[in-house]
């Protein structure tokens, strides 16, 4: 459990720019995270509006930490993602050290939602401890109680997530006629080579009906999706691909704040530049979604984007109906 005090401020902190030292990838996750659900509500909005309008306004910090903090409170899920990007240790907190998950301020010891006094004695200091395992069993298996969950079973979404086998990884992708818009197969789903021992993976392109003057179709869609045996392999591997940021270009990537699809999701951009290599319907900037969901992870390529803001929300919109996908496929079994 982190405090979630210190976890506002300081990921309010990398919204502004005031807390440094971070990745580029979890500098645009948080951004990603925060932005997301500070405009969830008019108050966040408002307060989100006012911090990135005046960053160094200790006010307007306030009032978004203050916003971020409450739901923090409320969504436990939030609270462990932004922690997990953040890396949370005793170097963010004030006054408090981190037992396994425990807090420890002063005389009193939080684990979870309870709270005790810290013995002054010898003797009662090792009967808490004994009794602090106790706890976090019960809290461990109470949580797994409340969230439907029994220990060793996986979760997407309220959903069961399972692994997937090969023909269903091949139905779990669409079709042409699956997509909004006028779009149609480039190449149809089939099985992937990019696969490993532990992870099958199926792959599909499309591309724009809309043509350009010489009759050509530039706009392109292609996915690949891997199949986990469980959840722990997916989240490695996501990981990994996120990490690793190889595209069918070569090229560098960018990453760039975006709401999360699925249980966890990136986004970055690349550009093809007019060089001698490129085919003139090649040039241009790139945009890709990788995301996680339950034992899925999911690949996208879009591009050339024609523009910033409403290629953006074609693309998401694109990654989503998979992510969907991905979700029922797994929820079916």
Known sequence: MFMETDLAALAVGVLTGAATGFGQETVAAVVRMVRERLAGTPRGQAALD???????DEGARREAETVLREA?????????????HLNVSPTHMTNVVMVNGTKMRGNQITLGPITLHKPNTTAGLLGLAVSLVAVAAVLV?????????????????????????????LRTLPGATDLPEA????????????????????????????????????????YVMYACPDTAIATTGFAILTG???????RRETAFPSR????????????????FMAAPGDVGSYLTWRARVGTVVIEMHYGPARDDVGSEREAEELM??????????QARG
């Open 244 to 250: 690793d940021g190889s595209n069918p270009a070569d």
């Open 183 to 222: 779009w149609e197969t480039a190449r149809a789903a089939h099985v992937g080579m990019s696969g490993n021992a532990k992870c099958h993976n199926a792959e599909a392109e499309f591309e724009s009906q809309e043509r350009d003057s010489s009759g050509a179709s530039d706009l392109r869609v292609r």
């Open 72 to 84: 923090l409170r409320a969504d436990q899920r939030l609270q462990q993602a932004l922690a997990t």
């Open 50 to 56: 006012g911090v990135e309008a005046a960053p160094g």
């Open 141 to 169: 298996y109470g949580v797994l109680r409340l969230a439907g969950e029994e220990p060793g079973n996986d979760e997407a979404g309220g959903a069961k997530a399972r692994a997937l086998s090969v023909a269903e990884v």
């Open 320 to 329: 989503r109906i998979v992510c969907d996908r991905a979700r029922e496929a």
């Open 260 to 275: 999360i699809l699925g249980d966890e999701s990136a986004t970055s951009s690349y550009k093809v530049d007019d060089e």
